[in-house]
């Protein structure tokens, strides 16, 4: 149980956080007015990430949180470990709309790479998982239904037909992140191949070109408000009989509830790292805005319950960040299935503890804290979602304290 | 403590009811799609709340809100005390983006309007008052600076200088709701007219119309990602020696404090009951939505959790409405001052309570929940501005404690 | 819906009030010493209780709880609504070992009282309820069992067995309040006449003698480290062929699931008036101690911390008050079942409002907050109990949840 | 940073989880028995306890508790650092009554014996911290008073006057734990010996022998109803003119403030991980009564509410331990002083995580939970005084939120 960060890992440290100094944070207010630029081509990403991503390519900052579990010679990927990229990760939720992807390291297109690095034949890695390495394509997964509680993966109603030579794509998607964005050309299907099969064995996965007949991306879905058209949005996508070579197929029939499961692992600690450094940059700004403004003869930073909202969230953070390391530990040294009760773990804790020291920063700010003029609503906003992605907590509660009732019976 | 609906009460709320269910929740898909329009010029109000309040005019139900402390003849409005008022209130409170102002009881017109009845000279009231009764035009109440902890009033920096026949006013003000609305077309701005004086007799409240030279609206500030362009948004406004002639002065010098003190009382129980009606829409929405979905083999509403959700809902608003209520009360029976402690207690326990109920029917929609096709979102963000309107709810539990001591010291 | 206090409440109020400033309070540490004496006899209640039982006698403020349901002339009980009786309950909650048996108003030999007043044959009247209400005698009821889940009373596993003229009971019954008082000398049982009929026409109840052979009272159960010696404690009982004769049942067989319900409705209200009394105490003592006690330079009731706990206890009090009245309102005009959602409310809402309370309290006493100088460490344990009986919460709001769920099938 | 458990810690757990299974549960029952014997002497410790001691003295666990920091050879001890007794601490935590005890590592001898071999003299150490070594005496430590908030440590009132050779000591301390016990020979007393120095200097230690003249042991002060006379319960003792000679002083003059924060550090790390110790207990108290219980057809188990109470518990144990191991791994490496915002985090973090779980496992035992036939109630009421204990939390987040808001300066 050693979480220590490593030389790489401080060096690597060291270098992200002079880009953040140097680039990202310089950037944020240009994001701001590329967005808000009347002219913009609606849902394509503004012009400075690729010029962040220029600089962090340059830099060797990129596709950091390809892990080392790939990491032979010559596969893809930085060859980090899961508790080296934490830190890393944390530092990039520091600013999440642009950090991540300046580094290649933004979902949901690390999960699909990594996806396809495990999963993938060389062909799929041949057309998709090499432009995705690059940057020149983006990617989406498309899971969660309009119609179901997609939170039990058993009502998925989306159909993956065999026909011939093909398979068959029916049905409706929602909340497909970055689908919006036009570069955004490959989706990752999963629907059921067998219904009759098994529970578990009735779902596949399957590559569906963005420009496949039969695939119409609707509209952006929203999030409090956002459509987060920064990173391409949220989309809804029907499937109407799309169809595509069998080859497209990732894995075999019936693996498609397995390869959603490995995929979860790591992205659960980006996730989670990144939810961290929105916590600590929430922090920052309610220290700086509290010592900074004065009411009824005080700064608001000597008020006691300003005062008590700043130690709970240290407090808070600290215990949360080394759950989250141990579990990237656990990940490295006995494998996902080994971590499978801190996997939950850090996806029950996270999303509530963030979202508490991020609602303290947004009631320190007064009216600035609901606003576009700090980070904190929109970081609210990201983070509140983070209680239903993937499942919403109540199911992995559930399912974490029928495992703690096993080791009692 | 009689917080009974009399007769006149029960049967404008049937008249209520009726019409929510005739015109107003039909009308919620069509606001939503003249709002998506992009032919739609910025910040107009869309042209379903023009229809909406003439039904609701032609019906009688129109100006509800302008109470009976001035229902003697000839006086405007519906003569209703707080307590008749306020289950109506409630009632609109379900869908707060088209009710309130359809029945031209929507924020924060009302509180002008009751202002200029209570404050205004005969002059004042020709010229503003009723065209605002009539809904001719809109008005905005202009107090929070972006630079200053506003909540502290004696914090405000916006100067209002005598010079000859006029005052000049120059400041900065913020999160200025409806002004973007271009009908927007009279500003009650409070600022300070003697720096030197007592802290509370420093501010002055004077009408400055919307096209007076020197004024800038500058941008629509944003609450969480929402524009609330339906009702003209919250705008950042700027005073850079606006001129105007001194009649425009609300009572007399000095008298700022004190009337922005007055205005609050009723406008408090329009915002509480309001909140209590979005509650109550939040526990129909859950109740709905978790007996109609289905996960792990049992729909939603039989899981333990939900289930505790749904009864801490109903358990808290029936609370919460009783104390609003009986606050409503005492100011018909004792008067703003008599209530003062309800007063502020209303505005400790609602925004959380409804906060609290709002985001648990979030969670049981799952991504429908923060996205724009359940109102469940709008209504969390709108709410969630009220934990810091007319000051955080920090100052005023200090204020409130500080009584509290006071009895036993 | 009025809850005003009518002239009635007001003038029993008043002289409660005064009875307590005159009696009760100053009684406090006498009842201290007396339950410190080491003669004294075990389980004896200390006797200061009948002192003050003679002075409430005299001043006429005695049996109060038993309300006007039975207000007939003849009956028994000052005749007082549920509404009128509620704001005494209230009070005598501020000292709750004393004031309630001083008027004759302590659970659990109210809700007996009622039970036999209401369902009780003459016999059973002349023989029980009238040395009950002069306080020559003290009563139990015992429903809850250790070695099942007894908030699903198809549970109860105490079997009453018709045998000839007699009834015979067997099992085991634990935490019977006042069992352990020797004065206290005869016992409601709950147990099962007919296992095999319907759940809820599977019990009765039967009047037992303590003094019955088969009857053993076998040891004090603790509330956290507290006894409870003062008022009987609560015992565990056992019945091992309990003998009694038919006319001991109350009722007819198979009554007992539905006298049991009738019970909990005016026990209901005064157990949360007494917890507000509980609660009101504690702000009060909270506020003295931090105005007399001073850290880092101030006043504790200076910090802002403490002034949250204050202001947030005093907007609580006042929402669960006006839910109590409510209920006691309904219980008077639409009867225990029209208030059935509202009596399952008060349940709910109260012991934890309370809890939080009185935590406060504590913690603003520092180590005299956990001991016996002050009062505030048992009154937490006794409020403890109330989220436990008569079934713990969880059971309540499942079941509220239910209700509230069928409105939107 | 890294906490994983070493060979000697792994060795020394299996060593120390044996002695707990044959020995501290079966000897439970064992003494719930001895304390409640009529014809035990007050406030003697039952002789289970000595019994227990034999055997771990007998198998080498004894004095586990005395760090490596003083382990140089001939110094006493097992020569541990913080980080490997941390996890054999939280071990004894599950029996919080015997296993510290009987393992000679209760406190608050532990805290006395650091403080004696640290700071006392050759003379101080061969009189009574070899006796306490040997658990031939038990020892107190007297610095709350009952008249002032002794968080704040200037607050002192208690004189420590230079009288010649002597010292002579006047005031009054309260809830002075193990004083009551007859064994308890010796008290280490904070007072001030000059107050008009700076207030940190104000302050210094002194022995005192229990039979000193002018030394009353007034009374056993309660902890929710509890006496804990089974370790010496906790006192009220006063100093009247108490006098002992001049080498009783500990340090030197002023040195009072510096050495009680010295000894903090190693017992926040006891306090904290024993904490951990009880909410494991109350875990698996829960698993398993929960899965023996039914109501309404199913385990309480499989009721929502409880599993989410069980995933909670297990999510907030998890982070609790590592931030608490993260501490005592800090101070083996860079010492207290490095360790300062941590020391203070798992003050804040602990007491109330463990609450929260121990609450939860009450309410799963229904009557069960609060009364004496299972541990909860008890260890719900000596985990709670653990908020107010070395200064209540609401201090030590002030302070550590200072330390947070000077970053940001």
């Not at 947004?362 to 990201?382: K, R």
Request: aromatic share 6%.
């Amino acid at each position: 149980m050693d979480f220590a960060y490593d030389a790489r890992t401080l060096e690597l440290r060291e270098r992200l956080l002079a880009f953040m100094d140097a680039h990202v944070y310089p950037a944020e207010p240009v994001l701001e007015a590329q967005l808000a630029d009347p002219d913009r081509p609606a849902w394509a990403v503004p012009p400075i990430v690729a010029e962040l991503q220029a600089e962090a390519r340059k830099q060797g900052l990129w596709n950091l949180f390809l892990t080392g579990r790939h990491g032979v010679p010559g596969e893809p990927g930085a060859g980090l470990t899961n508790l080296q990229y934490a830190p890393l990760a944390e530092i990039t939720g520091r600013s999440p709309q642009l950090a991540p992807p300046a580094l290649n390291c933004a979902a949901p297109d690390t999960g699909n790479m990594e996806l396809l690095a495990q999963f993938g034949s060389a062909e799929q890695k041949r057309q998709w998982l090499a432009p995705l390495l690059d940057a020149g394509i983006r990617s989406a997964f498309a899971m969660t239904e309009p119609e179901v509680a997609s939170s039990d993966a058993t009502n998925i109603r989306t159909r993956i037909e065999r026909d011939g030579d093909d398979y068959v794509i029916t049905g409706r998607k929602w909340y497909i992140t970055g689908a919006m964005n036009p570069q955004c050309r490959i989706f990752i299907v999963m629907g059921k191949t067998d219904p009759g099969a098994d529970p578990h064995r009735q779902q596949s996965m399957v590559l569906v070109p963005r420009d496949t007949p039969g695939v119409t991306v609707r509209r952006g879905m929203k999030v409090f408000g956002y459509d987060d058209s920064d990173h391409g949005g949220h989309a809804e996508v029907h499937f109407d009989g799309a169809r595509v070579p069998a080859a497209n197929l990732i894995g075999e029939e019936g693996a498609g509830f397995a390869i959603a499961q490995a995929r979860l692992g790591p992205g659960r600690i980006h996730h989670c790292m990144r939810a961290i450094g929105m916590a600590e940059r929430a922090v920052e700004l309610m220290c700086r805005r509290t010592l900074d403004r004065v009411a009824f003869g005080r700064p608001l930073a000597e008020q006691g319950v300003v005062q008590d909202w700043i130690a709970e969230s240290r407090v808070r953070i600290e215990q949360l960040r080394l759950l989250v390391l141990k579990t990237a530990w656990l990940m490295d040294t006995v494998g996902n299935r080994g971590a499978h009760t801190e996997i939950q773990a850090i996806k029950i804790a996270t999303p509530s503890t963030v979202e508490w020291i991020l609602d303290k920063a947004v009631q320190a700010h007064g009216a600035a804290g609901v606003g576009q003029d700090t980070p904190l609503a929109q970081l609210w906003a990201g983070n509140r979602t983070l209680r239903l992605a993937d499942g919403p907590d109540e199911v992995h509660k559930r399912s974490l304290a029928r495992r703690e009732l096993k080791r009692h019976r």
